[in-house]
Every structure is written in C-alpha cells, then in structure tokens.
C-alpha cells in the first residue's frame, strides 16, 4: 500500500513540475521582444507600437517578474512609457521584487511621466525599498526632480 501511495504522490509531482515548466514557457513565448532588455536598446516608439498592434501582452512578465513598463523605465525611453501607460500598461506593477516602475526609473522624466500617471513614489519593494531609495542612490536626475 505505501509503495502505491509514493508512485502515485511522485506521479503527481511529475505531472506538476510539467504543467508549470509548460505554463512558463509559454509566459516567455507571449513577452516576446516586449520583454528583452536588448530590444529595448535599438527599438523606437514605432517599433514598440508594432509589437502592440500585433497583439503583444502590454503586462506581460519577463523572468524577473517585470512588465514592459517597469524596463522602458529602467531605459529612459519617455515615448515607450506613454505609449505602454496608453495601451492600459499598470503604473503599479509588481515585479519578483515587489518593485514598481517607479523603483526602476532611471531618469526624471521616466519618475516624473509614472508620478503623473498616479505611481506611489512610497510604494514599498519587499527589502523595504521605495522610489525614493533609488532616486537617492541614482544621484543627480531623479533627485533633483524629486527635491523640486
């Protein structure tokens, strides 16, 4: 009896660890170029709205949890940030790290596009961290503009 009751418990187990690596994979599939940093380098408004036409996920996660947001943030690109708040892009999204676009922001103008966009600049990751910590440590851009 206990011998069926590990082949069946493993059997399970095997059948779970499938369905999720499938379930996974198929998140990447969906995220496409929205969601791979290297893109984000080259890629133009125009190219951000073609990847969206053609129906890409505007919330879709990328393997640190992070929307298309949260990286046109990390990137500075303004147009990619309206263009994404647009298409009904979340301004509070949480990534692996609790973080919101806020907390990946590198300049002013990505915080201060997300502030206006009704982003909680004391929204807390789960270090504890808020925008606020970021902005400090980045220096002068994102400082300055929150000092104001």
């Given at each position: 009896?206990?011998?069926?009751?590990?082949?069946?418990?493993?059997?399970?187990?095997?059948?779970?660890?499938?369905?999720?690596?499938?379930?996974?994979?198929?998140?990447?599939?969906?995220?496409?170029?929205?969601?791979d940093g290297r893109w984000s380098d080259t890629a133009t408004k125009a190219d951000l709205q073609?990847?969206?036409?053609?129906?890409?996920?505007?919330?879709?996660?990328?393997?640190?949890?992070?929307?298309?947001?949260?990286?046109?943030?990390?990137?500075?690109?303004?147009?990619?940030?309206?263009?994404?708040?647009?298409?009904?892009?979340?301004?509070?999204?949480?990534?692996?790290?609790?973080?919101?676009?806020?907390?990946?922001?590198?300049?002013?103008?990505?915080?201060?596009?997300?502030?206006?966009?009704?982003?909680?600049?004391?929204?807390?990751?789960?270090?504890?961290?808020?925008?606020?910590?970021?902005?400090?440590?980045?220096?002068?851009?994102?400082?300055?503009?929150?000092?104001?």
């Amino acid at each position: 009896m206990t011998v069926k009751i590990f082949n069946k418990v493993d059997n399970m187990r095997a059948i779970l660890i499938a369905l999720l690596m499938t379930i996974a994979s198929q998140a990447g599939a969906e995220c496409g170029n929205l969601c791979d940093g290297r893109w984000s380098d080259t890629a133009t408004k125009a190219d951000l709205q073609v990847e969206l036409d053609a129906g890409a996920d505007v919330m879709a996660l990328n393997d640190e949890g992070k929307t298309r947001l949260h990286i046109a943030a990390a990137f500075g690109k303004p147009k990619h940030i309206y263009t994404l708040l647009s298409a009904g892009a979340d301004v509070m999204a949480r990534d692996g790290y609790d973080y919101t676009p806020p907390h990946d922001a590198e300049t002013s103008e990505a915080i201060e596009i997300l502030l206006a966009a009704g982003a909680d600049i004391t929204a807390q990751g789960r270090n504890g961290f808020t925008p606020l910590h970021g902005a400090k440590t980045l220096g002068s851009g994102p400082i300055n503009f929150l000092r104001i």
